[in-house]
């Protein structure tokens, strides 16, 4: 069962942020998206959710967990003007599936696929990415996914 949102958990650290901020980050893939962590401050575990929207208005996660819901899981903006948005979910296990709902600049909520995905589900009319584990591949409904890093 998932639980509440909290802030300020994250597996990016200041470091992360400059190579980020200097396009030098290689191994973004290991710390954006969606990643298995565990809260430092109460061993909780769960998935840090994390997603580059700089121009974005607002930014939350929605999924299964949350019977898609836009308003029970909302991430906030890093404090440090990076553009990335990021919230942790204690609770959660591999593959729920999930989506960034996005408010642009203009007022319109979008529904996107998490860039850094590791598998895809299409069981719904729109795409959506499962939380899968931190490998190439990934098996879903049987179908096996490659991604090329």
């Avoid at 948005?85 to 296990?93: A, K, T, Y």
């Avoid at 203009?106 to 490998?135: W, Y």
Wanted: net charge neutral; hydrophobic share 35%.
């Amino acid at each position: 069962m998932a639980g509440s949102i909290r802030h300020g958990v994250s597996p990016i650290t200041d470091y992360d942020i400059f190579l980020f901020k200097q396009g030098t980050h290689y191994h973004l893939y290991e710390k954006m998206g969606a990643q298995k962590f565990t809260d430092p401050s109460d061993n909780a575990e769960g998935v840090a959710f994390s997603v580059w929207a700089p121009n974005a208005q607002s930014v939350s996660v929605v999924g299964n967990f949350n019977d898609w819901n836009t308003e029970s899981h909302p991430l906030a903006a890093r404090w440090d003007g990076s553009g990335i948005w990021e919230g942790f979910v204690p609770g959660l296990q591999k593959w729920e599936l999930y989506k960034f709902c996005i408010k642009n600049s203009h007022g319109e909520v979008k529904e996107k696929m998490d860039p850094f995905c590791r598998a895809l589900s299409f069981r719904r009319e729109r795409h959506q990415s499962p939380i899968g584990p931190n490998t190439s591949g990934a098996t879903v409904n049987g179908l096996h996914i490659a991604a090329r890093r």
